[in-house]
């Protein structure tokens, strides 16, 4: 059964010291196997294991499957939710300690697994939705114009059709991409090129995967893969982006409001 992510099971997860040295190494190198992540830690590989199931139930990582091999993601978004909650709860601007937390986790995502054939980064969140809502909600410009940097999504969604993300007045052109895969409400791949700034011209164009699935058609669980040719410029541009889109789009879902504006 799904559930929806809740702070409780994210502090929990993050209370126990063997659990933040595998977020740690996860920091350090992304998409690592269960042997990989087993050096350097005194416990039986069952013990590892029990300690990753408690880390992947409260959504701060999400495993892959690379042909044999089991891979583990750091997965920035629930310390997103939890820093835009509390921190806007108490306080008008963010804490600089927090703010800086949050983007040293949101490029943890970000680093290359020598497992993979190519860098990766992985989200993802549950949301208190219906798959139909969040598909909606990917590729509705009057959604993604609230929680997707203020970018108006245009296209038709079928394979080979072009994808473009405008800026909010429709002036300039954000990012351009193809369909490649459109599965409605389940899958949509598309193609990426950054293009908002020149500095990003000659960068490859990289693939994202939107995957969203539930058990009950009422609780998704959105799964975005950001896949590169090449750890270029825009592959670090993008690395501390994705947890902001996720976690807003799920705000904007569940409560009708988009978390304030993020800079």
Known sequence: MLRVMDDDRVFRALADPTRRHLLDRLFERDGRTLTELLEGVEMSRFGVMKHLRILEGAGMIVTRR????????????????????WVGKYTRERAAALADL?????????????????????YQVYINASPEKVWQAITNPEFTTRYFYGSYVESTFEPKAKLTHYTGDRSAVMVEGEIIEADPPRRLVHSWNLRYDPKFAGDAASQVTWEIASEDGKVSKLTVIHEFLSEDASYAEVASGWSWVVSNLKTLLETGEALPSHD
């Open 66 to 85: 690379a042909g044999r091999e089991k891979l583990h993601f750091l997965n920035a978004v629930p310390v997103q939710l939890i820093a835009d909650r």
């Open 102 to 122: 949050k983007a040293v986790l949101d490029e943890g995502g970000a680093h290359m697994s020598p497992s993979a054939t190519k860098p990766r980064q992985v």
